[in-house]
């Protein structure tokens, strides 16, 4: 199982343009890497998806090297409400079964 | 689209009680996965369910805790005895393909505690 790693928490200001970064550097060939969001009480949500190179969705942009090793999660302008943990998991999504690690827990401020 | 239910929302049990909790997934998902998500953590699979067979239950503490998926559509899972340790929420996710990249839709969860 391919484990990631990401900064435990991050400070961002409104409007601001926020990156988080995850290593996975034992990631197979066929996992993809996706992105999760999840807000106190609820249960995570379903960001953005991607297996190389640049995917973008209207609310985040995805980038991976072409090693794929890395991503980076973008979130463009934030605003309070995207004050959440964000986990990112490495995985075929299939049968193989997607680990969640502790997240970065992101704190935007007024 | 109704998304994935579950129920009850809160339990306060004692210890060494039993307590079940139940998911509806979104219509036509074949895919049902049941997490456990202690405070500060991450969410931990415990199983999941292709249609009505079990593909993963590795993660599962199978002493105590079942799960079943009858007719290939909603599932419970039990906790009997329960310990102080199981005191987490308890997600349900379902998802519409069984192979390659999917995406999970999430539960609210229901949130237990063992006194």
């Known amino acids: 199982l391919a484990k990631t790693t990401q900064p435990i928490s991050m400070d961002s200001y409104e409007g601001q343009e926020v990156n988080i970064t995850c290593s996975h550097n034992n990631i197979a060939t066929n996992d993809y890497i996706t992105w999760y969001q999840q807000f106190p009480s609820q249960g995570p949500r379903f960001i953005i998806q991607?297996?190389?190179t640049k995917v973008t969705n209207e609310v985040a942009s995805l980038f991976i090297p072409a090693d794929r090793k890395s991503s980076t999660l973008s979130l463009p302008r934030v605003s309070l409400s995207d004050t959440a943990v964000y986990y990112c998991l490495v995985g075929d999504g299939g049968f193989q079964k997607l680990v969640f690690g502790t997240g970065t827990r992101l704190l935007v401020s007024p | 689209e109704a998304g994935v239910a579950q129920s009850p929302r809160y339990k306060i049990i004692e210890k060494r009680q039993s307590v079940a909790f139940w998911c509806n997934p979104i219509s036509g998902h074949a895919t049902l996965y049941w997490y456990q998500q202690i405070l500060g953590q991450g969410p931990k699979l415990l199983i999941q369910?292709?249609?009505?067979?079990?593909?993963?239950d590795s993660q599962l503490p199978k002493d105590r805790f079942s799960a079943e998926r009858l007719k290939g559509v909603d599932s419970t899972l039990k906790i009997q005895p329960a310990k102080l340790e199981d005191s987490a929420v308890y997600l349900c996710a379902s998802s519409f393909l069984a192979g390659g990249p999917t995406e999970q839709f999430f539960g609210p969860g229901t949130r237990l505690t063992v006194l």
């Open positions: 369910f292709q249609n009505n067979g079990v593909v993963d």
């Open positions: 991607g297996y190389k």
